[in-house]
């Protein structure tokens, strides 16, 4: 009886584990997903979304990722593969910054998204803390669109960033200075 | 309380948070939260009109209860209006709201729009550019058709401030992801293209993530990109650390910039012009070198930041995978960081690694690398970077160092983290199998790969053995005493049970004659299992039971005993009860002749592919390449998995089994698409699981002969092939996989392999564009009839088709490819080389000194050599000669040359009818940058088209 041999192996793995992928052929697309800033204890302190999702689906991922960085120990590797994208985050102090990027990005470059972003929170606060992201929540949203706008940098250069910032500041004090005197009495 | 709280003093809000804040109780907070709830909105139903502070104040107010996780359903009435305030924080506020919590409520939407409007048009940039962030946080399809014409000329205009065109870039390129048919570009194109030479960085770094999402959608508007991005990145490579002020960042200059630079870049296929491809390579070469410098700073974000541009740039170097030089430079460099301290860059090195080793001309550079790969695997605390590691033990895995590789994989198994076990078993399984050289070890690996690792091995994998040792004779002894050994073990795992049952009821009889191993022995350990295994286990000992009756007949008495027991024959299981009745009916009323015809050993299994095989004929007299077939892959991969549905297949064989007293004709009937004939009983649902694999596609071979083709959509004869479709073809001779061809259409990859004389190709047909290509067909022009390809891509998508190779006898004209498609209403139509030259064929030869300049001598004759002397094309680097001669497929030859500087090969042709033996000599005169290239081989045709070959590669 005449015996077969194989050559090949059974395509089938390799289709399931899906390696086949080829130089050249990829989508070099790159965007970030969302970013998320939460305490040790795993509050959300801040979190941007740059694609759409629900309600529910937002909540889901972020108890999922909250919860399995900070099972994750100190001198861990700052990146993870996480569902189908890649998560990068680091820890400053208390807080973690964790962004959700594309399977194709840089991971390194993120990284140094979140650090520009926290040297912009730290020099706009006067050494940042916490405390100062949960009551002024508003202005590190302000912060961060200055900064990154869908999910891409839009100006990275920490002087312009903040430059624009203390631009709206002005107006805001502008409009604003009657009006203080007049709460400090007032129950609201 | 902080101490800073700048420019506002919503004080009412940081009170609310502060109590918020000292809630001791999550009760105690949904209280509060409950009473400000109640507190808000009443005064937004109050009869007092608020004013503007208040209403701001509120709005912010249920922000933060929204953000806190709390649902929030009012107030979005008030935060529409702070829209329309002519005060800037009031805005600011209204905005922030919305852009947080609207989703798309059409009805707001509108009035959201007008508001915007009225932003954009107000010429004061900064309202224009909350307007332009609110678009982009939102970004739904109501705002793209109310604002998709409008931004393109806010960001062109020459009056827009540069921060309005920062936001306007990054605005139109969400309303592009969302709505890509309302953004037109047209007429802005040039000039979107050349915000990439403005002065202002930060338009630079905003416009390049719209060009580059543009480019890849429609890469032939946008071409003129690359020369403008070569020369910016040239620019700021080249730049000294403080050039560039602000853009700066800790002595990198323009890191970001750069990084979105090299990522255009790798939108298209290396830059034509030569002048600008010999920057970039500078530019890229400038990164590698910088790569070694010692740092500027001790900082990590220094490091980071450096490393984020080389990373990009080895992206690009592979993404390009036409510089050997470069490609074995960034090798080295990520040879480097393998070891270094820093963890992040460990995991990335491994992961950039990971791409490299499929480029054929550093392949080999990443191979030397494997000590520090397998310690990597052992050693790395963090399991994401294990995992990185076995990825590129995988990736660098050939035949060189498969033993080495799987050994260690499979000892890594034994303590892998639980998460990435079933793909460990599976690469194991994969590279096992791929660069088996002899089974035995084959059979090893898979018994080992059970044993540890019994639950994460998929069925796919244990019918996979059993297919290699049926269809191999030399094995089946070893594998019987192998998984006889493997069955003593006193717990071994449902799977060994498996394997066990069935190769000892095919193959029992070979290790039968060892008084330890006798058929009665045998028995008592398969049966010793039986009542710990499942369903379809016991189902499967049952038919091995039969299977023994026949091979050794003085079990029969023992086995007929056990099937007679109620706990078989009136099993509650039907399917279980079933066999027995009949295998015990089978065993006693049955003559031996009959026994032995219905219980034959297994036939060999057909090879997978082979069973759809449409024989094609050749019309060309003694041709050269035939493919013998061609089938879409995608189908093969969705049969796999579906092992499920083959429950029905299982009755029926049950059934019919017991409604026709002579089985084994009735069992030919059953599968009539298998093409070799009958399924003995005796493996029973299983074996036809591991049948089925051929079974399904069968009939579309059929299918096939039936005149798929007639009914083929484009009818026009094919295009001749492409003016550069031998230079195309050239690209491959020394590499089997890449891209070989690409236009701003469609792309075409290929992956091959080849062994011996046969070849496996893969070709990757990718749709660029955002349409439908529709009557797609791809045609071999081998006057061979094949079944076509999917006849629609989708817009992004690609499909895959297979196409096996039998070389016949040797050749010089390569193959065509015709492919045919309808773009929009045009007929596309070209034609190319199929990169399959006779090198492909090649079995490497290692021989000493003595034997090669022997055989040299032999082929004496002047026909039988073919000489060639020519300059350089490119440059002599030793590496990158001797990654080209490798990948020529003959072995390169070491101290066999007198002169050092020389490079000799030797290796076999394989074809089908004869060997055709090859030696080559390689002369390199670095002063002329000449070469001197001769072959000699046993066929001077051979000797003359490869010479013809070589000469175009170096």
């Known amino acids: 009886m005449q015996r077969q041999t194989y050559l090949f192996p059974l395509f089938g793995y390799v289709f399931r584990l899906n390696i086949l992928k080829l130089p050249g052929v990829q989508v070099t697309n790159s965007k970030m997903q969302f970013m998320l800033l939460f305490s040790r204890q795993g509050k959300l302190r801040l979190q941007k979304w740059y694609v759409p999702l629900s309600d529910k689906e937002r909540k889901k991922i972020s108890r999922d990722l909250v919860q399995t960085i900070l099972a994750r120990k100190p001198k861990m590797c700052s990146f993870l593969e996480w569902r189908d994208l890649k998560i990068v985050y680091k820890r400053y102090a208390s807080l973690y910054f964790c962004c959700a990027v594309e399977d194709q990005d840089n991971e390194l470059i993120t990284l140094e998204i979140i650090h520009r972003y926290v040297e912009l929170l730290d020099k706009y606060f006067c050494s940042v803390c916490e405390l100062d992201i949960i009551f002024n929540f508003e202005k590190a949203y302000f912060i961060l669109d200055e900064f990154l706008l869908g999910g891409e940098a839009q100006e990275t250069s920490k002087k312009n960033v903040l430059k624009a910032i203390e631009q709206a500041d002005l107006l805001q004090e502008e409009a604003e200075a009657p009006r203080s005197v007049l709460e400090e009495i007032g129950l609201t | ?954």
């Open chain 2, 1 to 954: 309380m902080p101490a800073v709280s700048k420019g506002d003093g919503m004080r009412g809000l940081a009170v609310f948070i502060s109590d918020i804040r000292n809630c001791k109780s999550k009760e105690a907070e949904i209280k509060r939260i409950n009473k400000e709830l109640a507190n808000i909105r009443s005064k937004f139903k109050g009869d007092k009109a608020l004013d503007g502070y208040s209403k701001k104040k509120y709005v912010c107010k249920l922000l933060f209860i929204f953000l806190l996780g709390h649902d929030i359903d009012f107030g979005h009435m008030e935060a529409v209006n702070l829209l329309s305030s002519n005060k800037y924080t009031e805005k600011q506020i209204g905005y922030l709201f919305i852009s947080v919590l609207v989703n798309s409520n059409s009805e707001l939407i509108r009035l959201i729009n007008n508001a915007i409007k009225n932003d954009l048009s107000s010429r004061n940039p900064t309202f224009m550019c909350l307007a332009l962030h609110c678009i982009a946080n939102v970004g739904s399809r109501e705002m793209a058709e109310a604002f998709a014409s409008e931004i393109p000329r806010i960001l062109v205009a020459g009056d827009t401030m540069d921060s309005v065109k920062q936001s306007a870039a990054l605005c139109l390129l969400r309303l592009y992801k969302t709505s890509p048919d309302l953004v037109l570009m047209g007429e802005w194109t040039s000039r979107v293209v050349h915000l990439l030479n403005d002065q202002h960085m930060g338009v630079v770094t905003a416009a390049i993530s719209l060009i580059t999402c543009l480019s890849q959608k429609n890469p032939d508007e946008f071409k003129t990109c690359v020369s403008l991005a070569v020369s910016r990145l040239s620019r700021i490579v080249s730049s000294a650390s403080t050039d560039l002020q602000d853009y700066t960042y800790y002595f990198v200059p323009a890191p970001w910039l750069s990084c979105k630079l090299l990522r255009l870049l790798q939108c298209y296929p290396p830059p034509e012009d030569g002048a600008v491809k010999g920057r970039l390579v500078e530019c890229l070469e400038t990164i590698l070198n910088k790569a070694q410098e010692p740092p500027k700073s001790k900082k990590v974000q220094h490091s980071n930041a450096k490393n984020a541009i080389l990373f990009e740039a080895i992206s690009l170097i592979i993404h390009y995978d036409s510089e050997p030089n470069l490609l074995v430079r960034a090798c080295n460099q990520l040879g480097q960081f393998l070891q270094h301290r820093e963890t992040n860059l460990r995991y990335l090195a491994l992961e950039s690694m990971c791409t490299l080793a499929s480029s054929e001309f550093s392949h080999e550079a990443v191979k030397t690398h494997i000590e520090t790969v397998i310690n990597a695997l052992k050693t790395e605390r963090d399991v994401s970077v294990r995992q990185r590691a076995a990825d590129l033990l995988y990736a660098m895995c050939d035949r060189s160092n498969a033993k080495q590789i799987v050994a260690e994989m499979l000892s890594y198994l034994e303590t892998a983290d639980y998460s990435i076990r079933e793909e460990m078993v599976l690469k194991v399984a994969i590279l096992a199998e791929k660069y088996a050289v002899d089974y035995s070890w084959y059979v090893d690996t898979i018994l080992n790969l059970i044993r540890i690792a019994g639950d994460y091995v998929s069925e796919e994998v244990w019918y996979r053995v059993i297919q290699i040792v049926i269809n191999r004779d030399d094995v089946q002894g070893y594998a019987a005493k192998t998984v006889f050994e493997a069955l003593q073990a006193p717990a071994c795992h449902e799977n060994m049970v498996k394997v066990g049952g069935y190769i000892l009821g095919e193959f029992g009889n070979l290790i039968a004659g060892d008084p330890r191993s006798s058929p009665l022995v045998q028995f008592n350990l398969l049966h010793s299992k039986f009542h710990l295994c499942s369903v379809p286990t016991r189902a499967l000992l049952l038919s091995a039971y039969i299977k023994f009756i026949n091979l050794f007949p003085e079990t029969k008495a023992t086995i007929q005993e056990v099937l007679r027991c109620d706990s078989q024959i009136r099993n509650s299981d039907v399917e279980l009860q079933q066999r027995a009745v009949e295998y015990l009916k089978l065993s006693s009323i049955a003559s031996t002749d009959v026994l032995a015809t219905v219980l034959e050993e297994m036939p060999p299994f057909p090879e997978r592919e082979s069973s759809i095989l449409a024989k094609l004929k050749k019309k060309k007299g003694p041709g050269t390449v035939s493919v013998t077939d061609l089938e879409d892959s995608k189908r093969e991969g969705g049969e796999l998995n579906g092992g499920g549905e083959r429950g029905p297949d299982t009755a029926a064989m049950a059934s019919s089994n017991a409604s026709t007293p002579s089985p084994s004709a009735d069992l030919l009937g059953i599968r009539s698409a298998a093409p070799v004939g009958a399924a003995p009983a005796s493996a029973g649902s299983l074996l036809v699981d591991v049948f089925s694999e051929a079974g399904p596609a069968a009939p579309s071979a059929a299918v096939n002969d039936d005149g798929f083709l007639s009914s083929a959509p484009p009818s026009e004869d094919p295009a001749p092939p492409l003016p550069e479709a031998d230079e195309l073809l050239n690209k491959f001779v020394c590499k089997n996989n890449g891209v070989l061809f690409e236009n701003q259409l469609l792309q075409i990859g290929i992956k091959s392999e080849y062994r011996q004389n046969l070849g496996r190709m893969y070709l990757f047909y990718g749709n660029k564009t955002s349409v439908q290509f529709a009557s797609f067909t791809t045609t071999p022009q081998l006057n061979v009839q094949t079944k076509p390809v999917e006849p629609l891509v989708e817009g992004g998508a690609q499909i895959q088709q297979v196409l096996n190779i039998e070389c016949l006898t040797d050749f010089s004209d390569a193959p065509l490819l015709n492919i045919k498609f309808r773009y929009g209403g045009a007929l596309q139509n070209l034609t190319l080389k199929l990169p399959v030259t006779i090198n492909k064929f090649f079995q490497p030869t290692e021989m000493t000194s003595h034997d090669f300049f022997q055989r040299w001598k032999q082929l004496s004759q002047p026909q039988q050599e073919a000489q060639k002397i020519f300059k350089a094309n490119h440059g002599m680097d030793t590496e990158v000669l001797k990654a080209k001669l490798l990948g020529l497929g003959s072995a390169l030859l070491d101290d066999v040359d007198p002169n050092p500087e020389n490079y000799v090969c030797a290796g076999v042709i394989q074809t089908k009818g004869q060997q055709v033996g090859c030696l080559l000599r390689l002369e390199p005169n670095s002063q002329a940058q000449m070469y001197r290239l001769t072959l000699r081989c046993s066929k001077d045709s051979v000797s003359k088209r490869l010479c013809e070959l070589l000469a175009e590669q170096f």
